[in-house]
């Protein structure tokens, strides 16, 4: 299983939480994985093969330790607490940070000398994401790959692990009926269909990381 992390986590949050702050919503890999393999079980025609998980990968940001201290151990505390299970591995790459800069360009700075961020976005995830699908889906040990996200720039990748002919390939996504433009899911391009599970809010709530990271 291939997880865009940040999709996952603010799409479900979006979806379900609204009112809530992200570190409160925030959703375990594994519990995520476990949940989706029952419910893609569960959705599957009688004599159809049950899906075993064998590996979770998790495409991440990650804050930088200059600016963001706290956040980036937290982050890194969190995927000690994830990678325990030896299934899991997750993969970070840096944020990517905008800053207010004075009149000769240099970086402003707060009264306690710190660079003032005005904006910080994630870059590179869904190259990581798309590098991974098509990589896992011509392993020969693989039968089956699942891309959890619904960024629409991951279809491509779709297409190219498709064109492989080697494992199959499937979709996650959330979903809530009263919210169906927010829940859309990615597809490889037409005429080809694939198979996606849909997730409710139970799984998102399911998949909760209870453990205090602060």
């Known amino acids: 299983m291939i997880i865009d992390y940040q999709n996952v986590h603010l799409v479900g949050l979006n979806l379900f939480e609204p009112y809530k702050a992200p570190h409160e919503c925030l959703v375990h890999p594994l519990h995520f994985a476990n949940q989706l393999v029952i419910r893609r079980n569960g959705n599957q025609r009688p004599g159809m093969a049950d899906a075993v998980l064998s590996k979770v990968l998790v495409y991440r940001g990650l804050p930088s330790a200059e600016v963001d201290a706290k956040p980036y151990a937290r982050n890194l505390a969190q995927k000690a607490e994830w990678e325990s299970d030896p299934r899991v591995a997750v993969t970070h790459r840096p944020l990517k940070y905008t800053y207010q800069r004075t009149a000769d360009g240099r970086k402003a700075t707060d009264v306690y000398g710190r660079p003032i961020v005005t904006g910080k976005q994630e870059k ?65 391009a037409r005429p080809r269909r694939i198979w996606n599970t849909r997730l409710t809010a139970t799984s998102f709530w399911t998949s909760y990381d209870q453990k205090n990271y602060d």
């Open 124 to 188: 590179g995830i869904d190259v990581l994401c798309a590098l991974a699908l098509v990589r896992e889906a011509q392993n020969d040990a693989i039968d089956l790959v699942i891309l959890a996200s619904q960024d629409t720039d991951l279809e491509p990748a779709l297409d190219a692990a498709l064109d492989l002919g080697t494992a199959k390939v499937e979709t996650a996504s959330w979903f809530d009926a009263a919210n169906y433009r927010a829940s859309k899911e990615i597809r490889p």
